[in-house]
């Protein structure tokens, strides 16, 4: 089944097939196996072993390898092209909206309105479950909005932050 994954901004086809991966234009053998009744895998991609936690967040996947901790936007190909066909709200051909990805309670913000950002750089630190998490930019953007501060509790998928694309000139 074919997937387009987003990371920080960048997107990537995905072909998922019973033991292999087709990512972009490199095919990898993997074996994905979970362990029950937890957000951790194991992952076996071309011979070397992974401990993978994941957790699903609507269309989004968090996810920590490593220690490298990164959030993936997953789309299957029929919902691609129906947000093709609509128009996405949060396509790069517009404002971008980081929303927050559970309930918490922001720790800081660290940018002002009109900052120009870079891409993966923080915007947001969230408490959830007594651990931080550090909301980065997807893009380079300019900061045009921002709806919360230090101490406010939100909700999952609350807007926090409208983030401008750059323009070209």
Not at 16 to 36: A, N, P, Q
Not at 67 to 72: K, Q, R, S
Not at 139 to 153: F, K, L, N
Request: aromatic content about 2%; overall charge negative.
């Amino acid at each position: 089944m074919l997937y387009f994954v987003t990371i920080r901004g960048k997107t990537v086809p995905v072909d998922v097939g019973t033991r292999e991966v087709r990512l972009g234009d490199k095919t990898v053998s993997v074996d994905l196996d979970g362990i029950r009744g937890t957000d951790v895998r194991t992952l076996l991609m071309d011979g070397t072993s992974y401990r993978v936690v994941a957790r699903r967040e609507g269309r989004s996947w968090i996810v920590d390898v490593g220690g490298c901790h990164e959030v993936a936007e997953v789309i299957d190909e029929r919902t691609a092209v129906i947000l093709e066909m609509t128009g996405d709200p949060g396509s790069s051909n517009g404002a971008q909206a980081l929303r927050a990805p559970m309930p918490g309670l922001i720790v800081s913000v660290e940018v002002n309105e009109t900052d120009r950002v870079e891409q993966g750089q923080g915007l947001v630190i969230i408490e959830a479950m007594k651990m931080e998490n550090e909301l980065r930019a997807e893009a380079a953007a300019r900061v045009e909005r921002i709806h919360v501060s230090h101490g406010d509790a939100v909700e999952k998928g609350q807007l926090l932050i409208d983030l401008a694309p750059l323009s070209d000139t």
